[in-house]
């Protein structure tokens, strides 16, 4: 199926039929939620029953498959009008309805559920909406946006001044700050919330945020024209804001991570497949089938067993749908990433979400939902999906490599510096071009500030 365009994906918004807004609750909910769902469908639906699986035993998850067939068989035999919606799989119609569900997964209870919540408020368009729930998509725990916006705006399908409106609009919720794309936006979000737009301590967050995190007090009050008592205030203000303020919203307790995906090396191959284990085998019951052929079941019953049917199946074909794409998913990042697997950090290449999405034939949000709050254990450890992607970090000779690459020769040049003499931002610049990285210097600080290193000022040794 080629990959639609993001209005044309948009406008089925509005098409979504009640079975496909059950399908989407299906699909965003994280995996202990979705345990939770089947359970509770599963003592209200007669027709849908499950074989739970053992502790140490490898189950695979039915999709209900030759149910679904029998049952189709049975609606056509009997001559009665099914108007449910169904998903015969890629290329159909149905399934470019489902494109869109899949696109609303998000990270379960957190942040980003409840800023998807907060959406559901807000005056937005169809095409408006997508692009909002692309960037909530992209926020991280910390609440900062983690996108390269300047390579969305260059496509034609996102309008440069509406990007920025619908931008705006993540930024005015709560709480205050999230959706920054860094620090200093992200503080100055926070003092306009607060009704300081254009004040001293907006002033100093915007022109002078470098100095203040340098404690270079005098500096500023000789820059900004004011006393020092006065600088010292406003720097107290600011201390008062939250640089994190996604963490307001983050969930407390710790839940045990489950991956949905293994990676192992068999003969020296990557091998993928599915953690199937936490799935019960689902499956129709006969007996209801049995009910709806037999010519004395009165019609008020058949109509309550195709209502019942129609729920079991829509979420048989929902999980099959969701263990499938990830495991798609999983399978293209193995294999674009297998530098990686070989040799560490290093062998990560740049990758965005949009190119898997293009070699999968979907559309690249779907690609965000899905691997969003999954895992994949794999030969080096338990990681995230989402630690596969990479944004390209230009070399000095000109080639591309991942910004983790850069972070790593970053770390290994500070752990070599003089503790006396530790090297500033700008000489790490220079450092790194030695090393054949060309980033700049609020790269490298940023850098930092995701390793947790201090400034030059602050790992001083005296």
């Keep these: 199926m080629a990959e639609m365009g993001f209005s044309q994906e948009m406008k089925m918004q509005q098409a979504l039929s009640p079975q496909l807004y059950q399908s989407m609750e299906i699909l965003q909910m994280s995996l202990m939620d979705l345990q939770q769902l089947v359970k509770q469908e599963l003592s209200a639906n007669p027709t849908l029953e499950a074989q739970q699986p053992e502790a140490d035993a490898q189950i695979e998850v039915e999709t209900g498959t030759q149910d679904a067939e029998q049952f189709d068989a049975e609606m056509v035999a009997l001559g009665d009008d099914w108007s449910g919606e169904r998903s015969s799989g890629l290329g159909s119609d149905a399934e470019e309805k489902h494109q869109f569900l899949m696109e609303s997964l998000s990270e379960g209870a957190s942040l980003q559920e409840q800023l998807l919540e907060q959406l559901m408020m807000v005056d937005l368009d169809a095409q408006e909406r997508g692009i909002a729930e692309l960037l909530i998509g992209n926020i991280d725990d910390e609440g900062y946006l983690q996108l390269d916006l300047e390579e969305m705006m260059e496509r034609p399908d996102f309008p440069v001044e509406m990007f920025e409106r619908v931008l705006r609009s993540v930024q005015g919720m709560d709480p205050a700050g999230v959706g920054a794309r860094d620090l200093r936006e ?37 820059l900004m024209e004011l006393p020092l008592e006065r600088i010292t205030v406003l720097a107290e203000r600011v201390v008062q804001l939250d640089p994190k303020p996604g963490l307001q919203l983050s969930v407390d307790a710790v839940e045990m991570v489950t991956p949905e995906i ?176 060309n980033i700049s210097r609020r790269t490298v600080a940023k850098y930092r500030d995701q390793l947790k290193i201090l400034s030059s000022h602050l790992r001083r040794v005296r």
């Design 186 to 222: 992200c503080l100055l979000l926070q003092l306009e919330r607060a009704g300081e737009t254009g004040g001293e301590a907006y002033a100093l967050v915007h022109d002078h945020l470098d100095l203040l995190g340098r404690n270079r007090l005098e500096e500023m009050a000789g």
């Design 262 to 437: 293994f990676v192992e090396e068999v003969e020296g191959e990557l091998r993928v497949r599915s953690n199937r284990k936490p799935y019960p085998r689902l499956f129709l019951n006969p007996r209801y089938l049995e009910l709806l052929k037999d010519k004395g079941t009165p019609a008020e019953t058949k109509a309550y067993i195709r209502e019942k049917l129609a729920k079991s199946r829509l979420m048989i074909q929902s999980i099959d749908q969701r263990i499938s794409m990830i495991e798609q998913i999983a399978g293209e990042l193995v294999t674009i990433q297998r530098g990686f697997f070989e040799q560490g950090v290093e062998g990560l290449r740049p990758l965005n979400m949009r190119t898997v999405a293009e070699r999968l034939e979907v559309h690249e949000t779907t690609v965000s939902r899905a691997v969003a709050g999954k895992y994949m254990e794999t030969p080096r450890g338990l990681l995230a999906m989402k630690y596969f992607f990479k944004p390209g970090v230009r070399t000095v000779s000109g080639e591309l490599v991942s910004n983790e690459h850069a972070k790593t020769v970053l770390a290994d040049i500070i752990a070599q510096e003089d503790r006396k003499k530790p090297y500033s931002d700008a000489r790490l610049v220079a450092l790194l071009k030695e090393r054949d990285i």
